[in-house]
């Protein structure tokens, strides 16, 4: 099976549909992705501010300021990290997170477009 996968996001859109890409590699499909072009360097090596403002955002991390750490910063960060609110916030969002996600989603969509 051939499997094309195109989204005009690059972030919210594009880094999920990596994720099914790769699964539906693994089930045997032929997978190609469209994405905008400045989407393509920031998924060949992962969007790490990004994900770490992500991480913040959700209360289950911290993320340092500026575009190199510093020791300021970076023991900011794990000061943060290491709270109990911190602690409690992250072990809340790890009991709502799917291991599966990208499994089922792969499955879904072999099984609408085979079946």
């Given amino acids: 099976m051939r ?4 989204t005009y996001d690059s972030r919210g859109g594009g880094e999920p549909l990596v994720g099914l ?3 539906l590699r693994e089930l045997g499909a032929e997978v190609r992705m469209c994405a905008p072009p400045d ?3 920031r998924l060949a090596w992962g969007h790490q501010p990004y994900w770490a403002g992500r991480v913040a955002g959700l209360g289950i991390g911290a993320a ?3 575009p190199a ?3 300021e910063s ?6 943060t990290a290491l709270t109990p609110q911190t602690r409690a916030r992250a ?5 709502a997170i799917r291991t599966d996600g990208a499994t089922v989603a792969a499955k ?7 079946g």
């Fill in 21 to 23: 890409a790769v699964r």
């Fill in 39 to 41: 989407c393509a360097e």
């Fill in 3 to 6: 499997v094309l996968l195109s």
């Fill in 69 to 71: 750490p510093t020791t």
């Fill in 74 to 79: 970076l023991s900011a960060a794990v000061r």
């Fill in 64 to 66: 340092h300021d500026g």
């Fill in 91 to 95: 072990t809340a969002v790890a009991g």
């Fill in 108 to 114: 879904l969509l072999l099984d609408g477009v085979s």
